[in-house]
């Protein structure tokens, strides 16, 4: 069977996976409809759905943890706040990459940012009583903005789109003068738009955290690609912008997925600063008997929630920070890959009618990096993402990223081989011509 399929065949596999609308759908849902429809069809998809990470691991790493493994790591329970190796390669990681101060003590191993930002918008919701929501700057990681739901936690959210530069500073005013923001959550690069804060904007978020006492959440899966500038470089400027440089209320948030391709072993680090982790909240120590946020956050939630990080796992991190401290490992000219295969994949996009949704970065055009954001005119997000899937065109609906335009996110982690592009450029011409005998 070819590609497209017909509206019933795809209906039927919606039915089957208890999907009403796919604009709606997750990623992991969205990427089950596809692997449904390869079996119906015995045709393969253009994935562009999941950040699968598409570059393979440094040897670095590997031989580090196979040697953990050899010495018999697997059979004690990992320390809860992570191997001594690991913390002081992470402290040194952080400063000649992002160039600030982060004591060991700090470094808290996590199974993958998401248990970090998780168990953070808890413990965040919990400081004190009057603040008790969570505020999202989208477009961004739909699941960041489902963990403050499936906590129970008030939560809200705009487009930060609208609100770069100065604006920014009157916005959050705004929204941190109701005195109820617990904590600001948000990813940069910007996880779909691929928006980077510029240094002014960062200094306001930082001024404002700390005028209203909001802690901020950084996620920093994508660390290191804006690659408009050349970050490669330990210890040498231009460095990674990061709220951090302008207050103390920060949690930062390093995963090794993607940075580093490291994602089947599910690790990240939260970076607690210095003076945060220490602060005494009467409130935790009310809960829990632990009061200073950095313990608690480990002690607590961490503990209840995942129990540590492997051992293994720990120290293949820790070597991978100390090589790509030390220059030895140069994990970002590797990531540039990823920049070359979005400015491919956009030119076939574009070629066949989309256009960018989230275009500009202030006064610059979009960087060419792990995601972008595609729509089609007069097209809605559902319309859009099931006509791309009975293509075999597999992305998210912008809606699940708390966006409110119209198109899909787009992931260029598994656009490996030439073929996957010649496929993507077959197949939305499958897409036009669908477009054109059912649609228009």
Known sequence: MKYPISMMQYSDVLRRMDIQDVSKASIRQCQAVSFAIEELTGEPFVHLEMGI??????????????????????????????????????????????????????????????????????????????????????????????????????????????????????????????????????????????????DEELRIIGELATKYDVIVLEDMAYMCMDFRNDLSKPFEPPFQPSVAKYTDNYVIMISASKIFSYAGERIAIACISDRLYGREYPELRRRYGIGGFGDNFMLTYCYVCSSGCSHSAQYAVAAMFKAAADGTYDFVSELREYGRRAHRSKEIFEKHGFFLVYDKDIDQSIGDGFFYTMGCEGLDNSTLLSLLMRCGVNAIALNTTGSGREGIRVCVSQMVEESDFERLDERLGIFQKLLKDEVR
């Open 53 to 198: 990470p598409g570059i393979n691991v440094h040897d670095i790493g590997v031989a580090a943890q196979k040697k953990a493994l050899d010495l018999g790591k697997a059979k004690t329970y990992p320390n809860i706040g992570g191997i001594r190796p690991l913390k002081e390669e992470a402290s040194r990681f952080v400063k000649a990459f992002v160039d600030i101060d982060v004591s060991p003590r700090g470094i808290i191993p996590t199974v993958g940012s998401m248990n970090a930002s998780y168990n953070l918008i808890l413990e965040c919701s919990q400081l004190k009583p009057e603040k008790d929501t969570i505020l999202y700057l989208c477009p961004g990681f739909s699941a960041h903005g489902r963990q403050p739901d499936v906590l129970g936690i008030r939560n809200y959210t705009f487009d930060v789109y609208q609100y770069r530069g100065e604006k920014l500073r009157e916005k959050l005013e705004q929204e941190f003068g109701t005195g109820r923001i617990a904590a600001l959550l948000y990813s940069n690069p910007n996880n779909p738009a691929w928006i980077c804060f510029t």
